[in-house]
């Protein structure tokens, strides 16, 4: 606005001057009018240094906005950058972690298929030997000459069928195969067991048994004394002492065999069956 005026008042002051010199009246005023337009040249210099700065501060206003605007977008991304990256690694350290469970989780799975793999092992062990001594058995078993089984007698359908008797005290018990009577065929008093025809495959099975068991002699073992393939019947010698149960309740004895001990039982018992030549 004071540049304008001061523009202004400079042609004013020209037009003044150059009419006073063309009329020649007013010629002592030159000296000042001249000054004034040096102002005035000076001032418009000035005005476009303004001009020129006032552009330039625009300019570097524009490129401090730009570069400030630049820095935020910067700012975001790194920003972003730093919420992805903690959100990977605490994601890497869930999957660690989960790895770790997972691990944990085989590990002991390991280490019970290994205690299971050490239980079937010596089951397993057991289970050989037994086979070991069970083969030494029925090699013994087909070794043994029949005078081993003197005194066995082969009874007759209609023998047995007599001497079953009909007055319940003399019934002794059921077994799993099995009923077994205090019987008297011939005269001599025997353990007398009928077996359940429908467990057993037939006849050859049941001689094939019974060719077994009348060679078998041990202290603990009943003697089979004669047998009667019609009709499946077996007959043991008689034992007046009462059941098994009986003697294990007098002895309280209440627990129950495991297989272990009821394996080793068998085996002892299958062992001192057997003639030592025989044994594994
Ligand atoms: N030789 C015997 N002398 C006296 N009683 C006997 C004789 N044999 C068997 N008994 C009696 O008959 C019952 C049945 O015997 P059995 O041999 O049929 O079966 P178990 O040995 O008891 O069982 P499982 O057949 O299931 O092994 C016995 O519990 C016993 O009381």
Redesign the pocket.
Known sequence: MVVAAAATAVAVAHTLVFWLNRNSQVAFLSPYLLKSQDLAERILSLEADLNRQSENTLKEKEEHEKTRTELEVKEKQLEEERQNHTLTVQRHGEELERQSRELERQREELERQGRELKMKDGKLNRMKTLTIVYEKFRQWIEGEASNSSSGFTEFSHSEVDDSIPKDQKYH?????????Y?AEPRGKT??M?ILDKSSWQGEREFKQEVGILKRIRHPNL?ILLGACSEKFALM?????S????DCLSKEERKESFSWEESQSGNQHMLCSCIPPQYQA
């Open positions: 002794l018990g059921k077994g799993s195969y099995g009923i077994v205090k025997v353990a067991k009943v043991y010698e008689f034992l007046p009462g059941t098994l149960e």
